[in-house]
């Protein structure tokens, strides 16, 4: 199990790291939704976080990509020439956040499990907390919460991004790191402050402090490390402020199958016996900084030696090939039982992030989002990685409308925004007898026959329930496309009745539904 690769960094962690403590319900999602888990060599993993430290995995989304980059010192503060965050730091932030861990520890790795999500409501790899405490689309996960919680890369996408913002907070909340190289985000060691952030900027009083100069840590203090428990250097998480955790494991890597993660970068710290660093962090400038917003007491030059980030950046179709091309399959396209199941697969490549949302209160789902996968991502041999996803669909009979209504659920791609309506016929409901009074006995009578007359069949309708819409016309194109073998009324479904079901067919039906046309099959041109 994947525990046993990454037991060296939950040795003595105490009260530190949210990862440790018991799954969270009643965030972002009822239940966590599936996510995929790549491969225990975190090649597929590292890749994400170098592409995110350039902003490549979506860098047109306000909500994933990366913001601009402030730089300059206090009062000259400009905008760098291109998005950045080292991606060395973001590997070490994925490692002390979630041991770059996606999926619950109890999935293995190259395998599909419930998301990782942490007591505060924290998610995935970089354990995004900001905007994953409640549902926030009318009660129900937001595209973007899908993603976050679903997709491993745009889990890294939002913690880079979050990363550039607690950045950006300098220097109106924030202190300035780098005043003697103009605050030059390149330089890793400048990015003291946003990482202190990351984790939240606090000090003592704090359920975590973060403040290198709390009494509560010692000091002088061994660095910390991610490495081999022998190599003298220290392990125990609350020995530690955040951001000498982050710096220690960018230093020291941790080793998974006798190879380091990534290149080790030997991040310098403030010395704190030196004024120019320890008379900025002292307890009394960062009071005044929460308390206040006033900050530049605690600017500081950058520590020597300052480093850049040696990686380099990632080819321009990286990002291409492991985002895939989803496409998004379900079937079938209506059920009609109390209690349904529904196929989801992604006949495309790559990881197809999905949620599942019901249109009425009388179909419940019992997932709200997951994932389904591609034939050409890596499954780990024995793993359980069940490439399509089961979605079961239930019908509450005490709800459900009694006149054949029908209902759907909306099955969304959250990368292409494709969109699958699955149509939920309630099964038929029998009346519950009735006393009936005893009446007195009348002269029976021979009654005229009479009729019943046959409803006249609606055009356009393809699931058979007298109406014409858009569930029908999505039905047929889903038909036209292949991907569902039959229609419940295949011949009504001919709305202009020229002897087949079409994509025109499905469009003729639209404008009925839309008021466009005056009837099915259209009137003839004169």
Known sequence: MRLLVIATVLVAAGAAMAVLAPRAYGCAFANPPTAYEPPAD?????????????????????????????????????IA??????????????????????????TPFGAVGPALVS???????????????????????????????????????????????????????????????????????????????????????????NHPSDPGYAWPRTGFSCGALN???????????????????AARPPVVNQQQLWEPLAISLPDLDDPLWGEPLSLDNWFACIARSDCAAMDIPSPVPFHLDPVERPGDGVAAFLLGSPVLSANPA????????????NIGRGIL???????????????????????????????????????????????????????????VSLTTGQLWQVGVRPPAITPAPTSTPTMTPVPTLTPTSTPTPTPMPQI????????????????????????????????????NQDGSVNVLDAALILQFSAGLLPSLPPPQRT
């Open 81 to 106: 020439e291109e998005p950045y965050a080292p991606p060395t730091l973001l590997k070490a932030i994925g490692w002390i956040e979630s041991g770059i861990s996606q999926a619950d520890w109890n």
């Open 42 to 78: 975190r090649v597929a993993h590292l890749i994400g976080l170098e592409l995110a430290g350039f902003n490549m995995i979506a860098p047109l989304s306000r909500f994933f990509g990366i913001p601009t980059v402030e730089t300059g010192v206090r009062a000259e503060r400009t």
């Open 353 to 411: 992030a999905w949620r599942a949302r019901p249109h009425n209160d009388w179909i419940t789902v019992d997932k709200q989002g997951g994932v389904a996968l591609g034939t050409d991502v890596a499954c780990s041999p024995g793993a359980p990685c069940q490439r399509h996803a089961v979605l079961t669909v239930s019908v509450d009979p005490a709800l459900a409308p009694r006149d054949g209504t029908m209902g759907w659920v909306d099955i």
């Open 460 to 495: 356009g309708d393809a699931n058979c329930d007298m109406t014409a819409d858009s569930i029908d016309a999505a039905l047929i194109l889903q038909f036209g496309a292949g991907l569902t073998a039959s229609l419940p009324c295949l011949e009504t479904a001919d709305a």
């Open 231 to 249: 190599d003298g250097y220290g392990h125990r998480y609350g020995d530690y402020p955040y951001q000498e955790l982050v710096f220690g494991c």
């Open 334 to 345: 209506i059920v009609t039982e109390e209690v349904n199941q529904v196929i989801i697969q």
């Open 119 to 209: 007591f505060d409501c924290g998610y995935g790899i970089m354990q995004i907390t900001s905007g994953m405490t409640r549902p926030l689309d009318d009660g129900w996960p937001s595209v973007n919460q899908a993603l976050v919680a679903t997709h491993y890369l745009f889990d890294i996408a939002r913690g880079s991004a979050i990363l550039v913002d607690k950045w950006n907070g300098a220097p109106q909340v924030r202190p300035i790191a780098g005043t003697d190289t103009g605050s030059d985000p390149t330089i890793v060691e400048n990015w003291y402050f946003a990482t202190w952030g990351y984790n939240g900027f606090t000090g003592p009083g704090a359920n975590r402090s």
